[in-house]
């Protein structure tokens, strides 16, 4: 089976960043769309930042023009990067494989997640 791994979450002060990867086991699922979702306590899981197969890329709102997403095929990567954090970005951060884009029900294999907290 495909596995997600990712890394680089923690914990920074508002107006800090960090960067978030995700390793996948399988080349393949790398060329199908990639996604960056959060969930936050008590609130419904959210997509932040999607990638399609051609290269597309998405983003929610809320955090345009501060996170970044990228992808690596040779290395079977991709990434988040979060700049000027706020301490609404708060959550338990999963890269998903699926068909990209921002809706969670799109994606169908999910990392284990990365905690980020912005105080």
């Known amino acids: 089976d495909v596995q997600l791994v990712e890394s680089g979450g923690g914990s920074v002060q508002a107006g800090g960043s960090l960067k978030l990867s995700c390793v996948a086991s399988t080349y393949s699922h790398v060329r199908c769309g990639m996604g960056w979702l959060r969930q936050a306590p008590g609130k419904a899981r959210e997509g932040v930042a999607g990638i399609e197969s051609d290269g597309s890329t998405s983003y929610a709102d809320s955090v345009k023009g501060r996170f970044t997403i990228s992808q690596d095929n040779e290395k079977n990567t991709f990434a988040l990067q979060m700049n000027d954090l706020k301490p609404e970005d708060t959550a338990m951060y999963y890269c998903?494989?699926?068909?990209?884009?921002?809706?969670?029900?799109?994606?169908?294999?999910w990392g284990q997640g990365t905690q980020v907290t912005v105080s």
């Open positions: 998903a494989a699926g068909r990209g884009g921002l809706i969670p029900s799109v994606y169908d294999i």
